[in-house]
């Protein structure tokens, strides 16, 4: 039988054997045996099994397992119980060992196939000494099963908003476990109802817990379907009591629980916080350290820059690995030897890519277009007494503009884009500014090496008298994935790119 006729003969719910050859980007096992690819979750390649098709489109087919006839050498047992029904990890059925040479292949992958670069540079990845209990930050829908009156949280199904309830999550510390149950359980004590995304009542939408690993601390957010103007006017609603009470009793039972803070989100939709949040028992931060263990880092990178953040602030959620990532960043820049070192630090965040290379530099201008990150990088520079990072809130686009018109002179651009990547304008931005050095720290492989391409590529421009024009583009030397999610498909890269000499 021809490919072409065995594609055409597949239909939803038939049945067959195929045997898993690799993986997507997605994390989906894929198998080609009856034609186009089949996307499979929770499988290995190597796994021969016994599958379902449940979609079946022109180019592709989706199925899911009914029987492992054979398993992978590759496949592991799920540390967590509920792993088959639960959307939050992918890959707990895999050795350790193995999800690091899959996120490595689809870091290579991605840069062949999409960038057109040698998958030569990708170095070894980078993996996590704890690949267990390493979130230091996890955000929980809740429920009331039918007919009852208590209240589930955890993670929905994959593709789905169906929750499932978990009790143990073995990718957050055992502290973070216990502050979930204790919140449910004290929760239904107070009366205070889960909330209902069909018919927009309810109370309780999220349970946010931010933990810190230096301090052993816990930090607790409670989302609630609520609207006021402040936290004073928050006072006048009718939940006022129950949910102070609530918190009390939480700070009494949990020592480590330094504070429970309370975010206000009335609107319907996925958004899972809304634009109010205040403390209402205890303190409304937590501190985190990034400390590196390398003797030849900085003294102060050795000692750990301090992080003060809130239940809305951005941080890496793998705090260990943070910092191997932070380390792949300052190691290209230090290797310049530069004096007064100009660096720009494009999606800035709170600071932590800022704050960790300005031992490297003489000033560091720190980009990021949310208010509220940018009050945070401050407040986190003043704290670990950096006083050489100016925080400019913009677009990336608009603040490369305007330093290019303050006739400023960038030696360096760290740019950390969310998934989508850069927007073509940022590129051209970053393009203009000429620096001798771009490292890009990704977490999407894709947009990642649809962005090398772009700058590979480079520009013309003419110069100032329109006399010359100038070719700027870019060469990357080499890519370094990190794990930052073990168990999980994501795989994060630090990418270093030379400016070429004409």
Not at 32 to 43: A, E
Not at 141 to 169: F, M, T
Not at 379 to 386: F, K, S
Request: hydrophobic residues 40%.
């Amino acid at each position: 039988m021809s490919k072409t006729s065995r594609t055409h003969s597949l239909s939803k719910g038939q049945r067959h054997q195929v045997t898993v050859e690799s993986l997507a980007a997605g994390g989906e096992g894929v198998a080609k045996s009856l034609g186009p690819p089949i996307f499979i979750n929770r499988v290995v390649p190597g796994d021969v099994v016994e599958v379902e098709l449940f979609d079946v489109r022109k180019d592709f087919a989706k199925a899911k397992v009914t029987k492992i006839i054979k398993p992978s050498e590759h496949r592991a047992e799920p540390p967590c119980p509920v792993f088959k029904v639960c959307g939050g990890c992918q890959w707990q059925h895999m050795t350790y060992e193995y999800q690091l040479t899959a996120k490595e292949d689809i870091v290579k992958q991605a840069l062949k196939h999409i960038g057109k670069l040698d998958a030569e540079i990708v170095q070894p990845i980078i993996g996590a000494a704890e690949n267990l209990h390493y979130r230091n930050k996890a955000q929980f829908p809740v429920k009331h099963p039918q007919g009852s009156d208590r209240i589930l949280a955890g993670y929905y199904r994959q593709d789905s908003h169906e929750l499932v309830n978990i009790k143990h999550c073995p990718v957050q510390p055992e502290s973070m476990d216990h502050v979930l149950d204790l919140v449910k359980n004290i929760c239904e004590e107070h009366a205070i109802s889960a909330y209902d995304e069909r018919s927009h009542r309810g109370l309780l939408r999220h349970i946010n817990i931010r933990y810190s690993f230096e301090h052993g601390k816990s930090l607790l957010t409670l989302v609630l379907n609520a609207s006021a103007s402040s936290a004073d006017d928050f006072q006048n609603l009718k939940c006022y009591d129950a949910v102070v009470g609530a918190a009390e009793a939480l700070t009494d039972a949990i020592p480590d629980l330094i504070g429970v803070s309370i975010n206000l989100n009335n609107e319907r939709g996925n958004k899972i916080l809304g634009d109010l949040t205040f403390p209402i028992h205890g303190a409304d931060r937590i501190q985190e350290v990034l400390r590196t263990t390398r003797e030849d880092f900085p003294e102060k990178l050795k000692q750990g820059l301090k992080f003060d953040l809130s239940s809305s602030s951005f941080f890496q959620v793998n705090t260990h690995q943070a910092v191997k990532l932070l380390e792949q960043a300052y190691l290209p820049i230090a290797a310049l030897n530069k004096e007064n070192l100009q660096l720009v630090d494009a999606y800035a965040g709170v600071g932590a890519i800022s704050l960790w290379l300005a031992p490297l530099a003489g000033k560091v201008i720190a980009i990021e277009d949310h208010p509220a990150a940018v009050r945070d990088g401050r407040l986190n520079a003043e704290l670990n007494g950096i006083d050489n990072v100016e925080f400019r809130e913009g677009r990336v686009e608009e603040v490369l503009l305007d330093l290019r018109n303050e006739g400023v002179s960038v030696d360096v651009i760290v740019v950390d884009p969310p998934r989508k990547g850069m927007s073509p304008e940022a590129l051209e931005a970053l393009l203009w500014a000429e620096p001798e050095l771009i490292v890009y720290v990704s977490c999407n492989p894709a947009t990642l090496a649809r962005d090398l391409k772009l700058l590979e590529t480079g520009l013309t421009k003419s110069t100032e008298d329109g006399d010359k024009e100038v070719f700027v583009g870019y060469k990357t030397k080499q890519v370094q994935p990190v794990d930052l999610f073990p168990q999980t498909f994501h795989v994060e890269s630090v990418s270093v790119l030379e400016r070429l000499r004409q």
